[in-house]
């Protein structure tokens, strides 16, 4: 009989877990519905395709707590609770629901690893005794819960020491320390971090290589290795900001299987059903290795693996879960060989982090034991040098210049810039042994380094002749690059390329290296080998651009809108191709689109797409920034593309075009002047009174805005505008209030779902503010003022297709801040709480001239209320003051839903103490008319306290920021906004316990 199986999601993207967790999860919950289960889903993160309707039978946006969660049990009635795909707080989530009885209570069983099992794999001391009896050897090491007992070990073994919390995600509270005043700090902070205040300590062990085995075990015992992988990095640095190759290059084969060995015995042990990743730290020098830890769960490696090998992790796992054996299912990427053959690889693949550093440029770039990167791409290659030269070119990020006086610190105590610094050094001379010596790095990974470097020197001094240009383009110099090197235009590569017959092949990823017949769609660009893959059967074919790796500003929510353009253009009866190269996405799952080419976004890889399949248009609305940046030069390259030119993109993004079609329309904006150079900037500046907000063009998340409260401030942000960013304005920083809407326009008419209301004031960037939707505050006037003053905008410049745009209200007057001519991080919100498909909407109105869509499409009665709310990973980044601003700071985001907004608040805040019941649960300290209770202590005594939970803070005073920063390393919420700190006090008197599904659900309620 079918099951009921609620599945619990990881919730919002935070650094150490972020749209890996969504791509897991979609499978999971597809994967249930294919065996005919019912799929009730908790999640709250409303950008997420796995939160569509289509995914899951009920959804619901509720916080993710033993309670919240209870509350959907009781009405719902599961049979089965499936989490092992919500990365760690799924885990632990399960663990709390077992420590108060659910399962025992609502009879539930917990589908896959059991809790037992989680609990041997998480707790630190339990998974070291079970290490010990299994005689799999652990590094020296001590499970402590004081930091005297830290000090103790130290004393024994000396520094430096790796301090581990017991279930965290990335890293979260850990770190490596050389010294005692460091390790006191980490270890209080690690033992707050821990959600059963248990923190190992061990012996440092960097400097061995560190490898990674994500296996996969069944009921009956049965055990494969889907894929193993080496980390560029020696241990020190957590595998999520280190490079990574897969399958390893530089183990011998007795190392492998030694390693395999060790990682069945210990999921053997652990009786894992599913996924799990293991990760070994080995000598590189004799035969001796160390079992670091194990994630009895899919992880962010386990969507790597996936998409490195084509073997989808997450849908097997769910299978396994439900008792399947290995040998029973069928691979569905060669549609003929069973799951339990082991995948083979006859290319490479290069994983590289994608760190947040270019917004924060005060954060500390040191890398350690804890994740700091926000996101992954990954190259595929038939040469390692080839990958490399991919995954750096997928970044989509300007690298910062290295001085020579910088190249020890990025290389001594690694960074993010450790790869390119070790470029620099390598032209200037250093060899690769000296930086092998430093470094502990592989040299055969050296070595490759060398090579690229060589080509390059190569390129800069010689003919430009038909080997050369082949070694290039095996290795992965694009044309642009080349170009560059030999002072030549870019075509004249091109038109050499063609003319000596050196020209792009298309390889097929199949799981089985051409061993057995294969049908996959999932396709990578090399210069090394020949074609396989012939163009698909013509028909009116569509390429989607995605957005890349997830960065602040661009996250998950731009895969959502690919994924559902995908499926908008199939039902149309288009045939869909894919070009992205995040690792962790739906959209590079190769059973979204009808191909998958996984492959940088750059203007010379689309060109080779669109010429080899013959593709009538590209579409760049729904890929972020990223694809909307790429725009010009597609277009100049006589590229189709979908919607609006260039030109009207321009108008748009461009200040000073954008400002100049506001006045013609008579729409009035901020008072600002335009600025093309440094110099403009500091002389417009005199014209008007400080503060002033610094706006760049061609940006997302608020990326180099800022607000300046005088000259200095303004020129420290001037000298970080990227150059590619002008022309900036300069606007009058004003008071009042923020709204913004989502539309999809036909060049004529717009359609509006509602209006989106922000909670905090002007001058908090939108992806950092809490947000009503449907607007609960804003007059009938003031909503026909905004959507009029959106039709005036589409109508001046016939815009077609999905646009956002930000609105400011003050003293009475509507200002149109900007306009973003794409699909915006709050399209799924809107699409799923008013039940109407924006991207569906703007697809067909972008494909078919004739479309009427807008006007046959009713407009939404909206009966929910949803709050979205930030997240912010100060967990990884604590040094920084997270103080709300005009530049974005927020990894991702949640929803909660409930029939009135402050219902939805309560759920929002539902994780946080009431203040009138706790004595010394928060402390205030603001200048602002504020709700609450404060605790009478000092903010040095109250920071010490246990039952410190949080802050509000919202000075501007240096001991202000310092307060704040402090506080977030001891793990306490911080508020810095008065607006935001009163919901969260009003929200104390609702009840967050009464669940509310997504509207369109599809399960019926039980009664």
Not at 716 to 734: C, S
Request: with cysteine.
């Amino acid at each position: 009989m079918p099951k009921k199986v609620l599945v619990i999601g990881s919730g919002p993207i935070v650094i150490g877990q972020a749209a890996e967790f969504d791509y897991s999860g979609t499978q999971g919950c597809l994967a249930l519905k294919e065996e005919g289960h019912e799929v009730i889903l908790v999640n709250n993160n409303p950008a997420t395709i796995m939160t569509d309707n289509e995914i899951a039978d009920k959804v619901y946006c509720e916080p993710l707590t033993v309670q919240s969660v209870e509350a959907i049990i009781k009405k719902e009635k599961p049979d089965a609770v499936l989490a092992g795909l919500g990365g760690q707080t799924g885990l632990n989530l399960a663990v709390d629901m077992n420590k108060h009885g659910l399962f025992a209570e609502y009879d539930l069983e917990l589908l896959g690893t059991s809790v037992q099992s989680i609990q041997q794999g998480e707790d630190r001391e339990l998974f070291r005794e079970l290490m010990d009896e299994l005689k799999q050897p652990v590094p020296e090491s001590e499970v402590i819960a004081s930091v005297e007992e830290a000090l103790q070990f130290t004393a024994e073994y000396g520094y430096p020491v790796i301090s581990r919390p017991a279930y965290t995600l990335g890293g979260r509270g850990g770190g490596i320390v050389d010294n005692e005043e460091e390790l006191k700090e980490l270890v209080a902070n690690g033992l707050k971090a821990s959600p059963i205040g248990q923190v190992i300590i061990e012996k440092s062990i960097a400097g061995f290589k560190e490898v990674e085995y994500e296996v996969m075990r069944d009921v009956n015992g049965t055990c494969i290795s889907v894929c193993n992988m080496e980390n560029f990095d020696p241990v020190g640095v957590h595998t999520g900001d280190s490079i990574v190759v897969a399958p390893s290059q530089t183990l011998t084969d007795q190392e492998y299987q030694m390693l395999r060995t060790a990682a069945f015995t210990i999921i053997s042990a652990l009786d894992v059903i599913g996924g799990c990743n293991v990760q070994f730290a080995l000598d590189p020098y004799s035969k001796k290795y160390y079992v670091i830890e194990v994630n009895p769960r899919v992880s962010r490696s386990s969507a790597l693996a996936s998409k490195a090998t084509g073997y989808p992790i997450a849908k097997m796992a769910t299978k396994l879960a439900l008792s399947y054996r290995l040998d029973e299912l069928i691979n569905p990427l060669t549609g003929t060989t069973y799951a339990s053959f082991e995948p083979a690889l006859d290319y490479v693949v290069v994983k590289f982090p994608r760190w947040p550093f270019d917004k924060f440029s005060n954060a500390d770039r040191r890398l350690g034991t804890k994740m700091k990167a926000t996101g992954e791409v990954m190259a595929i290659d038939r040469t390692l040098e080839g990958a490399f030269q991919k995954a750096v070119a997928s970044l989509d990020q300007t690298i910062p210049e290295i001085l020579e006086e910088q190249f020890e610190e990025h290389l001594t105590k690694p960074t993010d810039l450790r790869y390119f610094t070790i470029v620099e050094m390598l032209k200037q001379g250093t060899t690769i042994k000296e930086i092998h010596d430093t470094t502990a790095i592989d040299l055969f990974f050296l070595q490759v380094i060398a090579n690229l470097v060589q080509t390059e020197q190569q390129l800069k001094n010689q003919n430009l002749d038909k080997k050369l240009l082949k070694t290039a383009k095996v290795q992965g110099f694009t044309d642009k690059k080349i170009a560059e090197l030999k002072r030549i235009d870019e075509a004249e590569v091109k038109e050499k390329r063609t003319r000596f017959e050196v020209s792009p092949s298309y390889k097929m990823v199949d799981t089985c290296a051409a061993e057995f017949e294969a049908a996959t769609n999932y396709v990578y660009t090399t210069y090394a080998g020949t074609n396989e893959i012939a163009p698909l059967p013509p028909n009116k074919k569509a390429l989607i651009i995605g957005s890349g790796p997830i960065r602040i500003g661009q996250g998950v929510e731009f895969d959502y809108s690919a994924v559902k353009a995908i499926q908008s253009l199939q039902n149309l009866g288009w045939t869909t191709v894919m070009i992205n190269n995040n690792p962790e996405t739906v959209s590079t799952d190769y059973t979204t689109a009808d191909r998958l080419y996984f492959d940088p976004i750059n203007k010379e890889v689309i060109e080779s797409i669109v010429e080899h399949e013959g593709i009538d248009l590209v579409f760049t609305q729904f890929g972020g920034q990223t694809a909307i940046n790429i725009a010009e030069e597609l277009s100049e390259a006589g590229v189709p593309l979908a919607g609006v030119s260039v030109d009207t993109i321009a108008k748009l993004e461009d200040r000073e075009q954008f400002y100049s079609v506001l006045q013609s329309i008579d729409v009035p904006h901020i008072p600002g002047e335009m600025c093309h150079t440094m110099d403009e900037a500091l002389e417009a500046a005199g014209s008007y009174e400080y503060p002033l907000l610094c706006r760049p063009s061609y940006v997302i998340g608020g990326q180099g805005m800022v607000k300046v409260e005088n000259e200095q401030q303004l020129i420290e942000a001037l000298r970080e505008t990227d150059e590619r960013h002008y022309p900036i304005v300069l606007d009058q920083f004003m008071t009042g209030s923020e709204a913004e809407i989502d539309l999809v326009a036909d060049g004529e008419n717009v359609f509006v779902p509602d209006i989106m209301e922000h909670l905090e004031p002007a001058g908090v960037h939108s992806g950092d503010s809490m947000a009503l939707f449907p607007s609960q505050n804003l007059t009938s006037e003031v909503k026909k003022k905004l959507t009029d003053y959106a039709q005036k905008i589409v109508q001046k410049v016939n815009y077609k297709g999905l646009m956002n745009i930000q609105f400011l209200l003050s003293d009475g007057i509507v200002y149109v801040l900007e306009v973003n001519p794409r699909a915006s991080r709050t399209v799924p919100i809107i699409s799923k709480v008013s039940e109407v498909s924006l991207v569906d909407l703007a697809v067909k109105v972008l494909v078919d001239e004739e479309s009427d869509a807008l006007n046959d499409t009713a407009q939404p009665s909206i009966q929910k209320a949803a709050v979205k709310f930030p997240l912010f990973s100060s967990h990884a980044l604590p040094e920084l003051d997270h103080k709300l601003g005009a530049n974005m700071l927020s990894t991702g985001e949640g929803m909660c839903l409930a029939d009135t907004t402050e219902e939805a608040m309560a759920k929002v805040f539902e994780h946080l103490p009431n203040l009138y019941e706790a004595e010394n649960a928060c402390l205030i300290e603001s200048e602002h008319e504020v709700k609450g209770k404060s605790s009478d202590l000092n903010f040095a005594e109250w920071i010490e306290l246990k039952e410190a939970k949080v802050y509000m803070n919202d000075g501007n005073r240096q001991i202000d920021s310092v307060k704040r920063i402090q506080a977030l390393k001891a793990g306490v919420t911080v508020f810095t906004q008065a607006a935001t700190f009163n919901a969260y006090v009003g929200s104390l008197a609702y009840n967050p316990y009464q669940p509310t599904p997504l509207p369109g659900s599809k399960a019926k309620e039980c009664v």
